[in-house]
């Protein structure tokens, strides 16, 4: 039998924690639990310590993905099942994914609804992340970004130098295991609200967000995106050829802008394709 290792990265969560824990032990009495401190000023340690849960402490903050990455490396079972420390998934919900993926998916992950997005900010920007993973992968993407996901350890394990510090973690995960051929299942779930204050700040990760659209592109296949934009840019020169040499009678340097803008837009795809596919290469 499968042996499970629960990973739950915290930062100052001592208050979710606190009933969390013994919640999760009597859900899933048999799993190895890991809570990833990263870098908390709060009494995390000490409520790990009396709920018998062992906590792997960083002395400052490295951010969520690196505590996914630490707590993975740390977890002895065959299936991993990552979820946020915050009180927002339900430990009961962790049988219905595991009996997922038990139907031979490689990665079971859970599906929030609208209700349970965190704001309409959060919800609209998700709903934009879902409909281009889908478009790029061919498979429906139910939730891109969810923090709540059953895999099996030997296959995350792969994709552990390609997850980001930051937040972006399920989002560089879900892309890998597509690009991969490893089967991937969403589970709908509801999400509570969190316990505390939430460390995700709008303005500082607008950007980020942003970026998550173009590592979605990056990290399954590169030319789905640089080829439209390629396709842009020389039909933009073909236009502006068009209206210059009706109304000038001549070529102008914006045109042939538009133009070696295309090639070199394309080329880049080129060259980003070939580094994706060194980059999920496995040595036989």
Same mark, same amino acid.
């Given at each position: 039998?499968?042996?499970?290792?629960?990973?739950?990265?915290?930062?100052?969560?001592?208050?979710?924690?606190?009933?969390?824990?013994?919640?999760?032990?009597?859900?899933?009495?048999?799993?190895?639990?890991?809570?990833?401190?990263?870098?908390?000023?709060?009494?995390?340690?000490?409520?790990?310590?009396?709920?018998?849960?062992?906590?792997?402490?960083?002395?400052?903050?490295?951010?969520?993905?690196?505590?996914?990455?630490?707590?993975?490396?740390?977890?002895?079972?065959?299936?991993?099942?990552?979820?946020?420390?915050?009180?927002?998934?339900?430990?009961?919900?962790?049988?219905? %994914?595991?009996?997922?993926?038990?139907?031979?998916?490689?990665?079971?992950?859970?599906?929030?609804?609208?209700? /349970?997005?965190?704001?309409?900010?959060?919800?609209?920007?998700?709903?934009?992340?879902?409909?281009?993973?889908?478009?790029?992968?061919?498979?429906?993407?139910?939730?891109?970004? /969810?923090?709540?996901?059953?895999?099996?350890?030997?296959?995350?394990?792969?994709?552990?130098?390609? %997850?980001?510090?930051?937040?972006?973690?399920?989002?560089?995960?879900?892309?890998?295991?597509?690009?991969?051929?490893?089967?991937?299942?969403? %589970?709908?779930?509801?999400?509570?609200?969190?316990?505390?204050? /939430?460390?995700?700040?709008?303005?500082?990760?607008?950007?980020?967000?942003?970026?998550?659209?173009?590592?979605?592109?990056?990290?399954?296949?590169?030319?789905?995106?640089?080829?439209?934009? /390629?396709?842009?840019?020389?039909?933009?020169?073909?236009?502006?050829?068009?209206?210059?040499?009706?109304?000038?009678?001549?070529?102008?340097?914006?045109?042939? %802008?538009?133009?070696?803008?295309?090639?070199?837009?394309?080329?880049?795809?080129?060259?980003?394709?070939?580094?994706?596919?060194?980059?999920?290469?496995?040595?036989?």
């Amino acid at each position: 039998m499968d042996r499970i290792s629960i990973v739950l990265p915290a930062k100052n969560e001592a208050a979710a924690l606190k009933t969390l824990l013994p919640r999760l032990r009597a859900a899933q009495p048999d799993a190895e639990i890991i809570v990833v401190d990263d870098g908390s000023t709060d009494d995390t340690r000490e409520i790990c310590a009396a709920a018998g849960v062992q906590c792997q402490s960083s002395p400052y903050s490295m951010g969520n993905g690196a505590a996914i990455k630490r707590g993975a490396r740390a977890a002895t079972g065959d299936i991993l099942v990552f979820m946020d420390g915050d009180g927002q998934h339900d430990p009961a919900d962790i049988a219905r %994914l595991l009996a997922r993926l038990a139907e031979g998916y490689d990665m079971v992950v859970g599906a929030r609804d609208w209700g /349970s997005q965190a704001g309409v900010g959060r919800g609209v920007a998700n709903t934009i992340y879902n409909w281009l993973a889908t478009r790029m992968t061919g498979h429906v993407v139910a939730d891109l970004t /969810s923090g709540f996901r059953a895999v099996r350890a030997s296959r995350f394990r792969e994709f552990l130098h390609l %997850l980001p510090n930051g937040f972006s973690y399920p989002t560089t995960s879900t892309m890998a295991f597509f690009r991969s051929a490893y089967p991937v299942a969403y %589970l709908p779930i509801k999400a509570a609200q969190r316990i505390g204050k /939430s460390h995700i700040k709008p303005l500082r990760d607008g950007m980020r967000f942003l970026l998550i659209i173009f590592k979605i592109a990056t990290l399954y296949s590169p030319l789905k995106l640089f080829v439209p934009a /390629s396709v842009v840019f020389f039909l933009l020169g073909c236009l502006n050829y068009a209206w210059t040499f009706i109304h000038e009678g001549r070529l102008t340097n914006m045109s042939t %802008l538009l133009w070696s803008a295309a090639v070199i837009v394309f080329l880049i795809g080129l060259v980003s394709e070939q580094i994706t596919a060194l980059t999920y290469r496995r040595d036989a």
